[in-house]
């Protein structure tokens, strides 16, 4: 008698596996960048997974992270079905769509970077609401176009409650994602209608309506790690993808936003002011005083009536110390710069702290030491002996001011450290617009606009008087300041007008990888309008235009993949720093 047919279970090994599309492609989280793509895994029985979730891999010996974007009934593996290796586990974490699959992958490509380098950063918050839910809830409002406006605040209102009114009004056209540089900022405007978060959330897994981008010129919107993206660009391509609506919200605008809204890529709503609500007075200073002497009238008045706001250029007592002899500047045997915290503390060195209890200048052998810069201790000291009686507190980045504080009082506070209080007035030191970097007049005019609306519209400023900031200031309108200076850095082909790629770490093999791009622009691999740049401590400083920026970026991702299969080291790339640098 012939015994009844038995279907076998398929199995990998000793592992049964499922019956329904048993086979999956997963991302894996090598830490090799040249194995960046999909391999084959299979699913065990016991587990159920879908495409988007995370799971547990074996590779090369060890268990390594990874993304499922894509489950099959038939083995794509050359090495076949058998040798399939199962997955080990599912691991927590945001489920990932397709379509942000695609956001991802085109994020990775802008920068240059494996696709894992990117979903690092993904929140691990589930979604907020299903794809088909969203888009129908974007036809229902008419909103198959989405919107992209930088909104600016007014001179005479305090920055929070600006920005509480306007993003309660955006959140209550649907679900809204606020982007914030900073944690303080995040703190203070805080509210159950709309979800805040840092640079990162530009990545987030779920769907809005809206996202906002708060202070969008700041540098803080840009992230240090690979791969180095800044949350404004990031939200431009969620936007083109995702089609939510995106609103920037600050004083002024980046230098790459004045751009933007210059073509008529992002819309403009310029805050409406009443004629006289800013009122400037600016006076130089010409020997070197802190407060130029034409200045001190109306300080003493603001003084009556509220605190008076006094922002800084940096912390500390003194920013370097030369000889006052020679004037050189006084530096450690480790190569550090010294300085001095305070009047009776002995000179220090800014890296590796060594104290000099006995110092004489290395060149004259003399000892008495000049302050280069002022910071804020000494700052108070010089406070302190002009107006007597006066509360003076200080707010830095580690020692920041909460409550309230007496109303006959002067706050100096550094960049950033600027408590939310109501002020009679604001008075800006020398020293706030010094920078080499390219940024540094774009920074200058963002925090003068910023810190001018803490104080009502009312603004001393130790600066030349015929400076271009001052008209940008007095009539609250940044764009022709900015543009102007846009037009200087066109006419040089610097950004915002191309993109930027610094080899940052490449020293010891500068000479090859300079040539060998050079050779690349010669070949037609690179556009024939870059520029190349070899710089002293070994860097390289690539210029490449907008509108190649593809072809550039995805030679630059091969370039190092290349390197990284012949067992080379990947070399430290940033593309569209902050600082070109």
């Not at 589930?126 to 001179?155: C, E, H, V, W």
């Not at 920037?248 to 790459?256: H, K, L, N, Q, V």
């Not at 024939?528 to 991702?557: A, N, V």
Request: charged letters at 25%; proline letters at 5%.
């Amino acid at each position: 008698m012939v015994s009844p047919l038995k279907l076998k279970r398929e199995a990998v090994g000793k592992v049964p596996i499922a019956s329904k599309d048993p086979f999956l492609s997963v991302l894996v989280d090598t830490g090799v960048f040249h194995l960046d793509q999909p391999y084959e895994y299979a699913l065990p029985e016991k587990l159920n997974v879908e495409i988007g979730s995370w799971v547990s891999v074996p590779f090369n010996g060890r268990n390594c992270i990874g993304l499922i974007i894509d489950r099959y009934s038939q083995s794509r593996n050359s090495v076949g079905a058998s040798k399939t290796l199962p997955i080990n586990r599912t691991v927590k974490g945001a489920q990932v769509s397709r379509k942000h699959l695609d956001f991802y992958q085109a994020v990775a490509a802008r920068w240059a970077v494996p696709v894992f380098d990117v979903l690092r950063f993904i929140p691990k918050e589930g979604n907020q609401q299903p794809l088909d839910i969203f888009l129908r809830g974007n036809a229902k409002n008419g909103s198959n176009q989405a919107r992209r406006t930088y909104l600016q605040l007014k001179p005479n209102q305090s920055e929070i409650e600006q920005l509480v009114q306007l993003l309660g009004d955006i959140a209550s056209n649907g679900p809204t994602l606020v982007i914030v540089p900073e944690a303080n900022l995040a703190k203070q405007i805080e509210r159950p209608e709309y979800q805040v978060g840092a640079r990162g959330s530009v990545l987030s897994t779920s769907y809005y309506q809206n996202v906002v981008i708060i202070r969008e010129e700041s540098g803080h919107h840009y992230e240090l790690k690979s791969p180095g993206f800044n949350t404004r660009d990031v939200a431009l391509l969620r936007n083109e993808i995702f089609k939510e609506n995106l609103f920037f919200i600050g004083f002024s605008p980046s230098f790459e936003m004045t751009r933007l809204i210059d073509i008529g890529f992002v819309g403009y709503k310029e805050a409406r002011i009443e004629s006289g609500a800013v009122k400037v007075t600016a006076q130089n200073s010409l020997s070197g005083e802190l407060i130029p002497s034409a200045l001190i009238k109306p300080v003493r008045q603001y003084l009556s009536k509220d605190p008076l706001l006094v922002v800084v250029p940096a912390k500390g007592y003194g920013l370097a110390i030369s000889c006052a002899n020679c004037r050189n500047i006084a530096k450690c045997k480790c190569g550090g710069k010294l300085t001095k915290r305070n009047r009776s503390e002995d000179p220090v060195c800014n890296i590796c702290q060594t104290k000099y209890p006995e110092w004489r200048c290395a060149f004259c052998n003399k000892e008495r030491i000049y302050l280069l810069g002022r910071g804020i201790e000494r700052i108070a000291e010089e406070f302190g002996r002009s107006f007597p009686n006066t509360e003076i507190h200080i707010s830095t980045k580690d020692k920041q001011i909460e409550g309230l504080v007496g109303k006959r009082s002067i706050m100096l506070a550094t960049v950033g450290s600027v408590p939310d209080l109501k002020y009679s007035a604001v008075l800006f030191l020398d020293g706030l617009a010094l920078g080499a970097d390219l940024r540094s007049e774009e920074r200058y005019l963002a925090l003068l606009m910023r810190y001018t609306a803490a104080a009502n519209g009312k603004v001393l400023l130790v600066d030349r008087s015929e400076h271009p900031v001052i008209a940008a200031l007095n009539r609250w309108k940044p764009l022709p300041y900015l543009e102007r200076i846009n037009n200087e850095l066109q006419e040089a082909s610097l950004p915002p007008f191309s993109r930027h790629a610094s080899f940052i770490d490449c020293a010891e093999e500068s000479d090859r990888i300079f040539a060998g791009l050079k050779s690349a622009i010669r070949e037609g691999r690179l556009s024939s309008r870059s520029q190349i740049y070899q710089l002293q401590d070994g860097q390289i400083s690539l210029f490449f235009p907008i509108k190649e920026g593809s072809k550039s970026t995805k030679f630059l991702y091969e370039f190092q993949k290349r390197r990284a299969i012949a067992g080379k080291r990947v070399l430290k790339l940033r593309v569209d720093s902050y600082d070109l640098s």
